[in-house]
């Protein structure tokens, strides 16, 4: 079965300082990957996903992430935070044997020091 | 162009209850999604419809059910309410129902089950 693991609850980064989300997954096949991002109040937000070809993939905001297949792993990267990213982050993944439901990480919430 | 909206924002209900939660897809789109995302918790997928039928259902049981009408709008409906359905209920549309397809979420409606 499928299942995603972000191994941090929280993270705390200055403001201006470069951020690194954690996400690994289990799947026997190359998933199709995702990052969202849900702020109080508000829905969830694509950032970027990963279907094939280039593993280093752009997103919305300034966000990137980068699939390693020999890990396991679609972590997300930004070279400088702002305030306004604090937010939680999800990482999901959707697998053709089961109709490409999405299974999520548990969320790492990011928390901006100014 | 409209979003996806829920309604409503809240709701309270006594064990035992049934709860109808509405989902509004943005337009153009067929498939709708629903989720269950519990406190501190990544979204579950609850099950998804396509054109007014059930296309896909997660590990929920049957007194969680759903409809989707020929606007492609949608409701969840649950029975029999217990305490560990309390939860923000995710709703999520899409042209489509294959993985490539990205779902757009609406705000959500916050159940508490008391």
């Known amino acids: 079965a499928q299942s995603v693991t972000q191994p941090d609850i929280h993270i705390t980064v200055s403001e201006g300082a470069s951020l690194e989300l954690r996400c690994n997954y289990s799947?026997?096949?190359?998933?199709?990957l995702f990052w969202y991002v849900q702020s109080p109040g508000q829905g969830l937000q694509l950032l970027l996903k990963?279907?094939?070809?280039d593993t280093l993939v752009q997103g919305i905001k300034g966000f990137e992430a980068e699939f390693k297949r020999s890990q396991s792993s679609f972590n997300l990267r930004k070279p400088s935070v702002h305030w306004s990213d604090a937010a939680e982050y999800f990482c999901?993944?959707?697998?053709?044997?089961?109709?490409?439901?999405?299974?999520w990480g548990a969320g790492t919430k990011l928390i901006i020091k100014p | 162009e409209t979003g996806v909206t829920q309604s409503p924002t809240h709701l309270i209900k006594t064990r035992g209850q049934q709860v109808t939660l509405r989902c509004s897809s943005q337009?153009?789109?067929?498939?709708v999604s629903w989720y269950q995302q519990a406190l501190g918790q990544g979204p579950q997928f609850i099950f998804q419809?396509?054109?007014?039928?059930?296309?896909g259902r997660g590990n929920f049981p049957p007194r969680f059910s759903g409809l989707q009408f020929p606007n492609y709008s949608s409701e969840l409906n649950v029975n029999a309410l217990e305490l560990d359905d309390s939860a923000l209920y995710l709703c999520?549309?899409?042209?489509?129902?294959?993985?490539?397809?990205?779902?757009?979420f609406g705000p959500g409606t916050r159940l508490t089950v008391t």
């Open positions: 990963y279907f094939s070809g």
């Open positions: 999901a993944v959707g697998a053709m044997d089961s109709n490409y439901q999405l299974i």
């Open positions: 999520a549309s899409s042209l489509g129902t294959g993985g490539t397809y990205e779902q757009y």
């Open positions: 337009s153009g789109h067929n498939t």
């Open positions: 799947y026997g096949a190359t998933p199709y």
């Open positions: 419809y396509y054109r007014e039928e059930e296309n």
